[in-house]
């Protein structure tokens, strides 16, 4: 039945769109982490692979400026 | 990673436009992989086995594609009730 179910899901929407920005080739794999958490926390993430460090955020303003104040924080050090 | 963010969403906005998410069941994800093989045209980067990152302005090509194909291999029944009383 769930099998059927899902057939008739992509009857209607075979494949699910979203635009927004692919982040990738981080520094290191706490740059990755803390700003993907940080984008998931705030509900923008549509997809991520911590294994490969890639995300893909749907909208990215408040991901620029929480990368602008950690980046910033981190000179500070 | 700051400055290649920022080189990145210049170019995204700019010549190549936003990309697109493209979220699919496996079987019409290998679909959309056959339609990109004749001139790579769709897909920027395979992500997962559900997952495609796809060029922002090819979407509804491909997704015109899709349907041709998907025209082409499911029949269509006529006449079907969708029950399985009718069949004595």
Known sequence: ?77 | MFSYFLDSLHRDTGKLGIRTLVECDPSIKSIIVNIDNDKNDYIIEDLDESHLLIKDNMVSQLKAKLEDRLKETVPIVENDSDSDRDVK
Do not use: H, P
């Open chain 1, 1 to 77: 039945v769930i099998d059927q179910i899902r057939l008739w899901q992509l009857d209607t929407e075979r494949m699910l769109a979203t635009q927004g920005y692919l982040f990738k080739d981080f520094d290191d794999y706490r740059e990755y982490i803390e700003i993907c958490n940080f984008a998931d926390d705030i509900g923008v993430v549509s997809w991520r692979n911590d294994k490969k460090g890639m995300f893909f955020a749907n909208k990215v303003d408040q991901i620029k400026d929480f990368m602008r104040t950690r980046k910033k924080a981190n000179e500070g050090k």
